[in-house]
């Protein structure tokens, strides 16, 4: 108490300046005794926020000249928190004169009180609806109509529950695409996968409007194409942002970028890819805007295993069986995942092929110490297991000078078998 009043009293005195919240505006006597602050021209208050309530403000402004002392007052405002708290333009000062600027603010400010004082007398009603409701509940209850308590009973329940669901809900999907060269057979289909997904009556933010039609869904994309370990700068083709995150919400720009990088898949060598380190990769962004939705997904599309679990594939080289050269394990990516709260979907072109590294992935993710509500991998064949392993397609195409008109024709051909497959 007296370092307040301590503060208080040395506030009014020559070359001091004092910052204080808004709670001293109301009743504080900040008393000019000295007099080289009076000889020139007394206490000043700077008010920088514009209070909700004009009373609180006349009450600041008349903490100078106090009991006849000189004084002034001025207000400096911050027009971000205007535009915010109170629905300003952000032009509104050059669209007014400057002698009416202060009648500007306080038209916002009592718009701001009038749809404070409404959502007042909302919840006053609503908190009486739902009174009068527990009130007619009890009576139900006390005349042994268990019908009617029950029926009462779940309205009230129901208008709580509606009470917890979000207006809005954002939500952050990368896609982590294998660019090998084995996947060049399934760069057409993934294409139109992930096009299926973001665009049109079977996206997935047209399927949440259906199911949750009183929430609005924002979705951000974030693409990651990804080669081997040995590929070395060309491993990892990333989409960044200006400020340096990996997602957006133009989903044409997503597809776009989706179809430049598997326009010409390459490299891999071996039959293993660095699906772990991919995975790991994308979990760590750190961007301004990277994983900051509260729902955050993960869609891995492959045809091969990670290293060191292609024991089970005929045939298989993999470079790197022992271990991962940058030291991974299915439990330090399990562990990047929970930590972002990150789910994953695994979805493979060659069940047969990635069904170790999914069950790997998947107990280690499940089995996570954090993983408190049991979340899991979630594994989705491309195409029927049955299929992965047995078709072994040869293409035999003549490529002499008398094709070069029908190239295209080809093309579009291999395409169309493609899809067929």
Not at 376 to 384: D, G, K, L, R, S
């Amino acid at each position: 108490k007296n370092n307040k009043e301590f503060v208080i009293s040395k506030a009014a005195t020559a070359g001091q300046v004092t910052i204080s919240t808004a709670v001293f505006g109301r009743g504080t006597d900040f008393f000019c005794k000295d007099k080289t602050v009076e000889r020139n021209g007394g206490v000043h208050v700077i008010q920088t926020f514009l209070s909700e309530e004009e009373s609180e403000e006349i009450q600041i402004m008349g903490r100078t000249s106090r009991q006849g002392k000189k004084g002034s007052y001025q207000m400096i405002l911050l027009n971000s928190d205007l535009e915010e708290k109170f629905g300003l333009a952000r032009e509104w000062k050059s669209t007014n004169a400057k002698k009416d600027w202060y009648n500007c603010l306080s038209n916002a400010r009592k718009k701001h009180r009038d749809t404070v004082c409404d959502e007042i007398e909302a919840n006053i009603a609503a908190a009486t609806e739902k009174d009068c409701n527990t009130h007619c509940y009890f009576d139900a209850l006390l005349a042994s109509d268990k019908k009617a308590a029950s029926n009462i009973f779940s309205d009230i329940y129901t208008s709580f529950k509606r009470e917890l669901v979000p207006s809005s809900i954002e939500l952050d999907l990368a896609f982590l695409i294998d660019i090998t060269g084995s996947m060049t057979p399934y760069t057409h289909a993934t294409a139109a996968t992930i096009k299926n997904m973001l665009f049109g009556s079977g996206s997935i933010v047209s399927k949440l409007n259906i199911n949750f039609p009183k929430i609005e869904f924002y979705l951000r994309v974030g693409v990651m194409g990804f080669r081997d370990v040995d590929d070395d700068l060309e491993q990892f083709v990333e989409r960044r942002s200006i400020e340096g995150g990996h997602f957006v919400d133009n989903n044409d720009f997503s597809i776009d970028f989706v179809e430049s990088i598997l326009n010409s898949p390459s490299g891999g060598g071996d039959t293993a890819e660095d699906l772990l380190g991919a995975i790991d990769r994308s979990a760590k962004w750190n961007g301004s805007n990277d994983w900051t939705s509260p729902i955050k997904f993960m869609v891995l599309l492959t045809d091969a295993p990670a290293h060191g679990f292609s024991t089970n594939v005929p045939d298989a080289d993999d470079d790197y069986s022992v271990c991962h050269p940058c030291g991974l394990t299915p439990e330090s990516v399990a562990d990047s995942l929970i930590k972002a709260d990150i789910d994953l979907f695994i979805c493979s072109y060659n069940p047969a092929a990635t069904l170790q590294t999914e069950k790997e992935l998947a107990m280690k993710y499940l089995g996570h110490r954090d993983n408190d509500e049991k979340r899991e991998i979630t594994a989705i064949p491309m195409v029927p297991e049955s299929q992965s392993q047995k078709k072994h397609i040869i293409f035999v195409l003549d490529q002499s000078a008398s094709m070069a008109c029908d190239w295209a024709g080809v093309v579009a051909a291999y395409n169309h078998f493609i899809d067929w497959l």
